[in-house]
């Protein structure tokens, strides 16, 4: 798996998961220069090469002048995200599109929320492009792929989640304290979160919109969310 940009591999070099090499552009200062730098430090293979090298290697030709090599992503087990009295855990019903992938897995990283959780089938899963896109969130962040979505909320619920899905048509999420064990349910692009998944869920919880546009990105919407737990938590 590769990881591109600067931001992204900078990240990575901060957890423990094993690179097996770098590609750093020619020249390299900056914060080339200090990727070089903290992949000295942890003996890290890197190896210097002109631009179109890196323009080969590199799927949308962004990677900023440094591509890292590393195993393929490991996802993370359902129930090593769950636990804390105070949790946040983030489902993607059918979230198809990488970019909103990508800035989901960030958003919840930096909400602190305890994790994400995508499906097998029916959705973006975590590509190179994703890990590059989430700023190197998901380095630092744990990721579950399950069968379904509807079976992870069956299972959260029976820890003590409570499950609330971001959709139109709900409660205002203004009305509501968003404290203790929280799982937000995040809809797809174009046909939001099912109905059978609402079903599930404990209550529908919607953003209240004052302009001509009748729906947030997903990646938006949660950000609302999810900074909603984080304002409960601190008890303002």
């Keep these: 798996m590769k990881t591109e940009g600067r931001n992204a591999v900078l990240e990575l070099l901060k957890t423990d998961k094993t690179v097996d090499k770098i590609l750093l552009e020619k020249g390299a200062q900056g914060v080339l220069g200090k990727i070089f730098a903290e992949a000295r430090k942890k003996n890290i293979r890197v190896q210097f090469v002109d631009r179109p090298a890196l323009d080969r290697e590199s799927a949308e030709k962004r990677h900023q002048g440094v591509i890292a090599f590393t195993t393929d992503f490991?996802?993370?087990?359902?129930?090593?995200?769950?636990?804390?009295?105070?949790?946040?855990?983030?489902?993607?019903?059918?979230?198809?599109?990488?970019?909103?992938?990508?800035?989901?897995?960030?958003?919840?990283?930096?909400?602190?929320?305890?994790?994400?959780?995508?499906?097998?089938?029916?959705?973006?899963?975590?590509?190179?492009?994703?890990?590059?896109?989430?700023?190197?969130?998901?380095?630092?962040?744990?990721?579950?792929?399950?069968?379904?979505?509807?079976?992870?909320?069956?299972?959260?619920?029976?820890?003590?989640?409570?499950?609330?899905?971001?959709?139109?048509?709900?409660?205002?999420?203004?009305?509501?304290?968003l404290t203790g064990k929280i799982a937000l349910v995040v809809g797809g692009e174009d046909s939001g979160v099912k109905r059978l998944t609402r079903e599930k869920c404990d209550k529908v919880l919607s953003l209240p919109l004052y302009g001509k546009v009748n729906s947030l990105n997903a990646s938006v919407a949660l950000g609302i969310a999810a900074y909603e737990v984080v304002r409960a938590r601190l008890g303002k």
């Design 74 to 177: 490991v996802y993370s087990d359902l129930f090593s995200l769950a636990g804390k009295a105070e949790s946040l855990v983030v489902l993607c019903d059918g979230i198809e599109d990488v970019h909103n992938l990508g800035s989901i897995i960030r958003v919840a990283e930096c909400a602190g929320a305890d994790g994400v959780v995508i499906p097998n089938a029916k959705g973006a899963s975590v590509t190179e492009a994703v890990v590059r896109i989430s700023a190197g969130a998901a380095e630092h962040i744990k990721v579950a792929r399950v069968s379904s979505i509807n079976y992870a909320i069956d299972e959260l619920k029976k820890l003590g989640y409570w499950a609330y899905a971001l959709e139109a048509g709900g409660e205002s999420i203004y009305d509501n304290r």
